[in-house]
């Protein structure tokens, strides 16, 4: 015949199992925010790509001749 297992015995298989997927999923946890305070500070603390350079530059006008032709137009309403 097969033994039954006692219904008290099953119970506490069943608490230490939840307890043990608890632990899990907390561990998992703190590692995801310790990976995370990892990778902000790796951002923060890598090197510039270089310091900006700023030339600045007056541009003198050219000269401008006057247009060689006018013309007029005249639009009357329709």
Do not use: K, N, Y
Not at 35 to 52: H, M, V, Y
């Amino acid at each position: 015949m097969a033994e039954r297992s006692d219904p008290r015995q099953r119970a506490r298989e069943r608490g230490s199992a939840r307890v043990l997927r608890l632990l899990f999923a907390g561990v998992a946890l703190a590692l995801a925010f310790l990976l995370g305070i990892a990778f902000a500070r790796t951002l923060d603390e890598r090197p510039e790509d270089g310091a900006s350079v700023t030339s600045v530059r007056t541009l003198s006008p050219q000269p401008q001749s006057g247009p060689m032709r006018t013309v007029t137009v005249t639009v009357t309403a329709p």
